[in-house]
């Protein structure tokens, strides 16, 4: 019998999350529910709610399950159902989201949860609030891959530069979270171990879990069309059998100068990785300055973000944690 934690991947965008959550999807004992997008606007907006009261954690449940925020009906439950087991349950904001993801576990018989989203490393310490005893998962690509697949996502309405930060910033948070958690609480894997050879990675998964391996993990594209809403086109490749075809796309995908300049601005990292640099000649100044504000715009944010965190820290009205 394996462990009952809650698991939550994270990683830079187009990192190879969508591929990781398929593959702990087709455990038998795990489900990873599609992108949901409720548990961070939950947690930043959890002010706004006094769960105390039975009326509050039912307004709470019928955003979570009416709103055009969050993305529910791709979970395949009752609304209804899902609003009356929150309003009965725990009065914490973790109680709640939990709610959500027993019932999406319970819907394929397995006794346990987990959700990813790449944005998870914006607010760490948030998600162990209400998840005391989640298990982190956080997938690395090699950042130059991640900064081509970004450029041609319909989604990703940023710049190169905007790009080159998000992989600095998810790398930097993950990495920080591992540090300073106890054993047992975080595991790095590699997007392009994971690809060209899953079973002996997804077995140190497993054991990290507290899980036995199963084959069906190696095989996600056997899940995926029944998990992964169809509008999300991009995630197609994950339907088809896992090949490493993609590792070093990059090398046709970016630009000279944008490789020059992700390897200027990442290098370091890519290399304390293990990720090989091409040797290619520093940007001219005006790109790094370029860099350099946008950078420093995103960093600000993620200040803001903080600060806000302890603001509503100050007007909360009872715990967070999850006590399903």
Known sequence: MGAQRPVLVFGCPRSGTTLLQLMLHAHPRIAMPPETRFVLTAYRARTGWDLRTEAGRRALARWITGSRETLFADLGLDG???TEEIAAGPPTLGSALGTVFRAYARR???P??????????????GLLRMFPDAQLVHLIRDGRDCVASLKSMPWFKQDIYAAISTWNEAVDNGRRAARRLPPGSCFELRYEELAASPVPQLTALCQFLGEDYDPAMAEPHKVAAATLPERQVWHAATQQQVTAARSGS???RLEPWEAALCEAVMGGRLRSLGYELTGAPRPPAAQLARFARVDALRRGAARKRQLTDLLRRAQETGPLDCRL
Request: hydrophobic share 20%.
């Open 112 to 125: 346990r949860w987990g959700d990813k989203r790449p944005g998870y490393y914006e607010e760490i310490p």
């Open 80 to 82: 209804d159902e899902i």
């Open 108 to 110: 394929f018989g397995k």
């Open 250 to 252: 990059w090398r046709e």
